[in-house]
Nanobody, 124 residues
Framework: QVQLVESGGGLVQAGGSLRLSCAAS????????MGWFRQAAGKEQEFVAA???????YYADSVKGRFGISRDNAKNTVYLQMNSLKPEDTAVYYC??????????????????WGQGTQVTVSS
C-alpha cells in the first residue's frame, strides 16, 4: 500500500513562497499520477495541481503561474512549489496518489491514497 506524508507547511507572509513535500512509501510513485488538493476553513476541498504518470502537469486556474508541481523519483517524493502566495491560499494541503492510469485528475475520486495534510497559512 502507499503511505503519503506531507511536510513543508507553515506560516508565510503574502507574496512569499513555500515548498510542500509529499514523501511516499510502500510503492514507487514514478509511474503514478500524483495530485495536490487543499481545504480552507468553511470551504470544500478543491483541486490544486497534479502530475500524470507521463509527466503532464495540471493546475487549478487559481494557482496557474504561481504554483509548480514536480517529482523526484530518487526520493519517491512529489513537491508543490508555491510562489506569490495569497491569503486565499490558506488551507490544509493534501497530497494524493492515483495508482491506476486514468485520464482524470481534478476530482477526489480519481485518487486512491491520501496523506494527512499540512497546514499552510498566508498572512496579509
Amino acid at each position: 500500500q502507499v503511505q503519503l506524508v506531507e511536510s513543508g507547511g507553515g506560516l508565510v507572509q503574502a507574496g512569499g513562497s513555500l515548498r510542500l513535500s509529499c514523501a511516499a512509501s510502500g510503492r514507487v510513485i514514478s509511474t503514478y499520477a500524483m495530485g495536490w488538493f487543499r481545504q480552507a476553513a468553511g470551504k470544500e476541498q478543491e483541486f490544486v495541481a497534479a502530475i500524470s504518470w507521463s509527466g503532464v502537469r495540471y493546475y487549478a486556474d487559481s494557482v496557474k503561474g504561481r504554483f509548480g508541481i514536480s517529482r523526484d523519483n530518487a526520493k519517491n517524493t512529489v513537491y508543490l512549489q508555491m510562489n506569490s502566495l495569497k491569503p486565499e491560499d490558506t488551507a490544509v494541503y493534501y497530497c494524493a496518489c492515483q495508482v491506476k492510469r486514468i485520464n482524470s485528475y481534478y476530482s477526489r475520486g480519481s485518487y486512491d491514497y491520501w496523506g494527512q495534510g499540512t497546514q499552510v497559512t498566508v498572512s496579509s
